[in-house]
Every structure is written in C-alpha cells, then in structure tokens.
C-alpha cells in the first residue's frame, strides 16, 4: 500500500499532461490524416471506373451448336480435319460392333464354338509354355543377380568393419597411453606440491 501511495506523490500533472497531450495528437493524426491504402485505386489511362473494356474472348471464334455433349461439337473448333475424325470415330464404332456381333457370348457353347476358330490348341499349348520358359528364366536372372549385389555387399561390410575396428584399437591405444601420461605428470605434481608442503 505504501508502495502505491509513494507512487500517486510522484506522479506529477506535467507528466499527465504531456502524455494526454501526445495521446490526442496520435489520434488526430490517425484519424485525420490523408487516406493512403483505403483511397480509390487509380484507373489505368485516367479512364472512369464505368467505360466498357476489352474483352478477349470475342476474338475466338466460337462454334455454333452442333448436337453434341452440352449442344456442341465435340471437336476442337481449331482442329484443321474434323472430316477425319468423324469418319475414324466412325470406323471404331463398326469395329466394335462387328467384334460384338463375331465374338459375343450368350452360352457356353458358343465360347466353344469361338475359342475353336481362334489359334489351335496347340499353338496356345507352345505359346503358354514359352511364357512360362521366359518367366523362369527372369526369376532365375534376378535371383541371381540380387545373390550376387547381396555378396558384393556382404564383402564390403566385412571390409569396412574390419577397418573400423582396427581403427579402434588404435584410438584405445592411444587413449590409454595418453591416461597413462597424464597420470603419471598428475602423479609428479602431487610429489611437488607435497615437497613444497613440507618445507
């Protein structure tokens, strides 16, 4: 309480003054000071805020509706032969459904009938048992490559710990000869102060 009250008898009216007097000042100058960022931004070439601007879309032509997804072409409008691709689109369309016409499935008989006019079983019988040949000769590579990198690695880690430890030892080595030195000097020391002690 003390403390308080020393406080309120130092405070001085000139120092009240000077800082409500600094306060106001801030604030007038805030508050009336010439807008900065909240100001209008300017108009390129002095223009007024409502005149009509370019638009660059209206410099592509755009394609009239033509029935497809959205009632537009599905072509690029830019494309230099939509002839083409419409008559390819064509040709797939035929494909597919010539495929389905030739080859559709209904009953187990009929998979017979088309497995039968397709490759001879004994073609298939050849072309599976290359396809397993070549795949065991793929594993047997990779086997035999990943034996090899595992003893290239198996040999490098033998190396480099042998090396380690060699450098280890040599470390310890030297550690304890310099124990052994700076013992015996702390040894020597103790001697000499004892000396001194003494006379």
Do not use: H
């Amino acid at each position: 309480m003390k403390k308080a009250m020393n406080w309120l008898k130092n405070i001085r009216p000139l120092k009240v003054l000077t800082v409500l007097l600094v306060g106001i000042f801030l604030f007038t100058v805030q508050a009336c000071g010439t807008p900065g960022v909240a100001s209008q931004p300017p108009q390129p070439g002095s223009q007024a805020p409502n005149t009509e601007r370019y638009d660059p879309t209206k410099d592509y032509p755009l394609s009239s509706p033509a029935g497809g997804i959205n009632n537009f072409s599905d072509v690029d409008p830019r494309a230099r032969d939509e002839k083409a691709a419409n008559d390819k689109a064509e040709a797939l369309v035929k494909n597919a459904q010539k495929n389905i016409e030739q080859k559709g499935i209904d009953s187990r008989e009929q998979y017979g009938r088309n497995f039968q006019q397709g490759t001879p079983l004994g073609e298939r019988v050849k072309k599976f048992g290359e396809d397993i040949g070549s795949s065991a000769d793929e594993v047997r590579e990779g086997l035999v490559k990943g034996t090899q990198r595992g003893f290239e690695n198996l040999k490098g880690n033998t190396q480099n710990a042998t090396e380690d430890l060699t450098k280890n030892v040599q470390r310890g080595a030297e550690d304890t000869g310099k124990n052994v030195q700076r013992t015996a000097e702390d040894a020597g020391n103790a001697v000499k102060r004892t000396v001194k002690d003494v006379d």
